[in-house]
């Protein structure tokens, strides 16, 4: 048996904002970043919720989020006490308004106690509404939460069902603000769950089906994306893609690339969807041994013609990589900055640290420590996957 999770409402097309005029309640708490205030969204958000009747209070978190600001952003709410949430940016806005709603409506639990197996007792005090301005994470509709841990140099991969947002606002104004850089890592973030839910182990027809869409939306749109700022059907498109891509591995799972994704990202702090976009090649390389037939089919979905699964997945492979050079994404460790000396120093921790992570049991392919070891070493020198 399985639950299936999704938001009790997504709002989408033009003008999806003002739906914030017609929610009830008193107060609401706006979890946003910098950015988003610099380019006016949360004037938006807090004029339209006044128009609603209800009274609002910011709370700035920055990139990445740390264990101690979700901490303070807590505390904040419970002496506000609002009735909603308001997740309110990318990915880590919409991650921090999550882990404060969590310790807000359980003041008593560890933000770590956060698994998909235990029962968390959310929406007794707030409900949760996500607005992102970005196309990657799908936070937005998604069960899982990513909070660093600073001390640890580690990121929490923390996931259960009731974080799954009850309203999700994909309007496609948001995303017309965003710099080329973060259109194409955010894209590679979702381009990534979307693969990723369609080859785990806890893949099902409602997660083939959202992430099949998901991967040919972001093949066609991304480009397009990327290269024109003012093209509003792409960037819409991108948006629906990413929120989609999100829901389809909430009813499945991501993999091995956000266990080498979270555990890189922890230490050294290259954005998630860069790291993403480094990762998504040497993955299906690696686990095509097992699930080539399941590649094969997104290749075709793509529209790629090949007699067997092997040229399939090969040339699904190149499209990746030729996607992720137009976009000017690294195609290595060692092109995404990390140095030499760095890497080599920690790499039996990270092998360590990857053939940990939560995810990695999701993954089709086990991965041996050794075979993590290798791996890496395969990912920051650019090599093909051979093993
Ligand atoms: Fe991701």
């Not at 005029?21 to 205030?37: D, F, I, M, P, S």
């Not at 308001?86 to 969590?102: C, H, Q, V, Y």
């Not at 037939?293 to 007699?307: D, P």
Request: aromatic residues 8%; glycine residues 8%.
């Amino acid at each position: 048996m399985r639950e299936l999770t999704f938001p009790r409402t997504v709002v989408v097309g033009k003008g999806g904002l003002e739906y914030l005029k017609r929610v009830g309640g008193k107060r609401a708490l706006v979890v946003c970043g910098a950015t988003v205030k610099k380019m006016g969204f949360v004037d938006r958000v807090v004029g339209y919720l006044k128009e609603a009747g209800i009274e609002s209070k910011t709370f700035e978190v920055e990139p990445e989020p740390s264990r101690e600001t979700i901490g303070k952003g807590a505390q904040l709410a419970r002496d506000y006490e609002p009735d909603w949430i308001i997740g309110l940016g990318g990915g880590s806005n919409i991650d921090a308004a999550k882990a404060i709603w969590f310790l807000y409506e359980r003041p008593e639990m560890d933000l770590a106690a956060i698994n998909p197996f235990i029962r968390l007792g959310l929406r007794k005090k707030a409900r949760l509404i996500c607005i992102p301005t970005t196309s990657g994470s799908g936070s937005d509709a998604s069960f899982a939460t990513v909070i660093t841990d600073l001390r640890e140099e580690r990121k929490m991969e923390l996931a259960n069902a009731e974080l799954v947002p009850d309203v999700s606002i994909l309007d496609p104004d948001l995303p017309m603000a965003m710099p080329q850089r973060l259109v194409a890592d955010t894209g590679f973030d979702a381009l990534s769950h979307a693969l990723e839910a369609y080859i785990a182990n806890e893949r099902n027809d409602f997660s083939d089906a959202l992430a099949l869409m998901a991967v040919r939306l972001i093949f066609k749109y991304l480009p397009r994306a990327y290269r024109s700022p003012e093209d509003r059907e792409a960037r819409e498109k991108m948006h629906n893609a990413a929120t989609m891509a999100g829901m389809a591995f909430t009813q499945s799972d991501v993999a091995l690339g956000h266990a080498l994704g979270h555990v890189l990202g922890g230490i050294f702090h290259v954005p998630h969807g860069r790291l993403m976009a480094v990762f998504i090649p040497y993955v299906i390389e690696y686990n095509a041994k097992v699930v080539s037939e399941r590649y094969a089919e997104i290749a075709k979905a793509v529209g790629i013609e090949a007699k067997t699964n092997e040229e399939a997945v090969e040339r699904l492979v190149n499209m990746i990589k030729d996607l992720r050079s137009e976009l000017g994404e690294p195609a290595s460790l060692s092109e995404a900055g990390i140095k030499r000396e760095d890497f080599e120093k920690r790499l039996d921790e990270l092998a360590e640290r990857v053939t940990k992570s939560v995810v990695l049991p999701s993954n089709p392919r086990a991965l041996s420590l050794e075979n993590a070891k290798k791996l890496l070493q395969y990912i920051y020198e650019g090599r093909r996957v051979d093993f």
